[in-house]
Structures are given as C-alpha cells and as structure tokens.
T-cell receptor, first 116, second 114 residues
Framework: AQSVTQLGSHVSVSEGALVLLRCNYS??????LFWYVQYPNQGLQLLLK??????LVKGINGFEAEFKKSETSFHLTKPSAHMSDAAEYFC??????????????FGKGTLLTVNP | DVKVTQSSRYLVKRTGEKVFLECVQD?????MFWYRQDPGLGLRLIYF???????EKGDIPEGYSVSREKKERFSLILESASTNQTSMYLC?????????????FGSGTQLSVL
C-alpha cells in the first residue's frame, strides 16, 4: 500500500522567509501527487498537483512543488511567507496502478505558523 | 464554482444513537468521499462512491455505512455511535473516477459523541 510521510507536524517561519514543507511518498510506480491547504474552520482546497510532464509544478498563492523521482519526494515551497499562509498543509498521493486512481492517501499534515 | 454542502457544522450525539451525516454536491460529480480528520492522524478515508448505489470501503470503514440513492447526495451513517467516533468528518467530491481529479471538500461536520 502506498503511504505519505510529511516531515514535521509543525513548521514555524517568519514573515518574508522561505517556506519549505516536506513530503515523501512510497510507491513502486510514479504516482499522482497533490498538495492541499486547510484554513481554519474550512475544508481542504487544492494548491497544486503533479500528474505527468514538467516536474516543477506551480500552484496558487505563489506556492510550487518539485517532483523528484530519485528521492521519492514532492516538497512544497514558497519564497516569501505571508501571514495569510498560516494553515495546515496536506500532501496526498494516488498511484497509477489498478483501479485505485481516484482514491487519495493523505499525509498527516503540517501546521504552518507565520510569525510577524 | 463547485459547492459541497454538509448539512451540519456541529453535531452532538449520545453513545448508541444512530447518526446520519449528509452531503450534497451541485456539479454532477461521479465520485463522492467521506473522510474523518483527527489531530495528528490527517485524513483517513471511510467510504467512497463512484456512482449511484455503488460504494467501496476505504481504510477505516468499521462502524460506518453509507448510502447514495441520488448522484448529488452521499450520506454517512453511524449505526451505533461510540465515543471513539468523535471527530471532524469531511465530505468531498470529484468529477470522474478514471483519473484522480481534484477533490472539492465541504466545510466539515464536527461530531461529538458523549
């Protein structure tokens, strides 16, 4: 079964600093990869996704992520943190084998706090 | 934009009660999902449905059942609520089942079982 590991349940950065949220997956074949964000008292919304093609994926709100097959990683970055980025971030994976394409496995989440 | 509506934001029930959580989506999506979210555990899939009257178990189906009689509505049923089912429940939908489409989430139902 595939799994997703998010390193660091809580990341704290200063406003204007680089944001780096780590995600590693285990899958025997290249998977589909996603980052979702959850703001307080809301459901999750998609930030970005990787399916095929370019390994550097740009998403909403200035976030981007790079798929590195050799490292089985899909880390999320943003050059300069803003106070409004404070939220919980979830990495998710769905591999391409069999009939399970439409079911996502989520990581445990990383809570990002942004300090003024 | 797609809207996924969960009928209750907060719900308090007693142990042993039968509980219904309702979810409605307005964009003719094929797939619908029920997740539960617990601190430190992330989101775990309970059940999903890829068509009317079709359902499949997710990773933690024990103690739950689901119903999808109409395409737009997906209900989660706790047959006999227990305290360990106190959690945030999130409903989601996606357009097709042939590729992993973007999920659209509702705002969640915080269920407390006393």
């Amino acid at each position: 079964a595939q799994s997703v590991t998010q390193l660091g349940s809580h990341v704290s950065v200063s406003e204007g600093a680089l944001v780096l949220l780590r995600c590693n997956y285990s899958s025997s074949v290249p998977p589909y990869l996603f980052w979702y964000v959850q703001y307080p008292n809301q459901g999750l919304q998609l930030l970005l996704k990787y399916t095929t093609g370019a390994t550097l994926v740009k998403g909403i709100n200035g976030f981007e992520a790079e798929f590195k097959k050799s490292e089985t990683s899909f880390h999320l970055t943003k050059p300069s943190a803003h106070m409004s980025d404070a939220a919980e971030y979830f990495c998710a994976v769905s591999d391409r084998s069999g009939g399970s394409n439409y079911k996502l496995t989520f990581g445990k989440g990383t809570l990002l706090t942004v300090n003024p | 934009d797609v809207k996924v509506t969960q009928s209750s934001r907060y719900l308090v029930k007693r142990t042993g009660e039968k509980v219904f959580l309702e979810c409605v989506q307005d964009m003719d999506h094929e797939n619908m999902f029920w997740y539960r979210q617990d601190p430190g555990l992330g989101l775990r899939l309970i059940y999903f449905s890829y068509d009317v009257k079709m359902k499949e178990k997710g990773d933690i189906p024990e103690g739950y059942s689901v119903s999808r009689e109409k395409k737009e509505r997906f209900s989660l049923i706790l047959e006999s609520a227990s305290t360990n089912q106190t959690s945030m429940y999130l409903c989601a939908s996606s357009l097709r089942w042939t590729v992993p489409e973007k999920l659209f989430f509702g705002s969640g139902t915080q269920l407390s079982v006393l």
